[in-house]
């Protein structure tokens, strides 16, 4: 009984000193040296894992600030703050944190898009309607009113609004750009915040088309385009907008006959 | 004919999960993903079939002689707690990208049962070395397998229109279950 005791005892124990022992040396022979400014780094980001930066994850941008890959000022969640805080730690001047918001540039709702003959019956998803048959709407191009950007949004700040188009609470969204990569149809766009002039409308459609399948579409007149000198560009029946020759006072809003083409004010009332 | 046996025994008829009910918890929580269930199902092997060899050498050269067999348990367990431990440190060495990619699995693996279920079946059916290996390996395969169909049924079931009161665990559950009525069709194979 006794030997049976102590033998029992000295396996466990033989084991347990083995592997410990073991582990202390695998310890010591295969220790990574880490930055240990990525941990710091690390703690001062928002910890969201949003992927907005455009690495995998926060650790993995804090990786890459730490090795000066990617730029201090590169998570748009943060915002000016942690730039700054990161900025501090790596010692380097911080540049300034441009805003982006996105912007759905579809304003074709309940009451301006036309319905199909037929309803949809199906998940109620824009992935899926996508897929499928394409929604409710005879448009190819506009919103089908799922709802995939609202449930992307982590930090709540995509609503559907009464008119079957989402919208922006701008003060909830961190511009992370989860929206954009939700929408099958790419209507979401990330713009800087203090754009403000939009074309409503992905639509390709030609004129007739557009006109019928919605009356607030983008028809591809082209008088914007005459009328801009330059800002405004048609690609196969859409206007576009060159944001970097953009010059306001040239657009001309008001011959634009279904205002596709507008300041974003206007739309949010 | 007999490993091929033991192989295809663990990785499909005796299916560690879905016949056994082994490993649950990350068959329930990390099947959400294609990608990283697959992440899982291959760290899982790796130390299934590690752990196989190691424990196979602990219970027959250390324990079955000294007449210990009441102690298999808790040394099993230090086994596997510790290889888990070197696994991840060895990991983190050689290879920063996969040891990224598996993340929290790795740690997760410690407490899944797959891994201690497989170290006493082994020492309770008398597997011989290479047989334990290849039991290893066949009940890795089986994990994988499942956490990998279980993934995609998930990743379809996303854009279904679940009633309501099912949605999230009860409907993850309810396919589980059918999940495993399906892999008793293969119950007459061996």
Known sequence: MDTQFLIALATMGGLGFIFAGALAIADKKLRVEENPLIGDINDVLPGANCGGCGYAGCYDFACHAADKTAPSNGCPVGGTE??????????????EVVRFLPRVLCRGGNVEAVKKYS???????????????GGDKLCFYGCLSGGDCVTSCPFGAMVMGENGLPEVIESLCTGCGKCVKACPRYIIEMHPANRKVFVFCKSHDDPKTSKSVCSVSCMGCSICARKSDGSVVMDNNLAIIDYDTLDIEKIPFEKCTTKAIRMIELVEK | MDLLLIFLSAAIVNNFVLSYFLGICPFIGVSNKLTSAFSMGVATTFVLVLTAVVTWMINNLILLPAGLDYLQYVSFILVIASLVQFVEMFIKKTSQPLYRALGIYLPLITTNCAILGLALFMALRDYSMMESIFFGLGAGTGFTLALVIMAGIREELELADIPKPFRGVPITLITAGLLAMAFMGFSGLI
């Open chain 1, 82 to 95: 942690t730039a700054l805080s990161i900025a501090r730690l790596l010692g380097e001047e911080a540049g």
């Open chain 1, 119 to 133: 309803t949809y019956h199906g998940p109620l998803t824009c992935s899926a309607m996508d897929l499928l048959s």
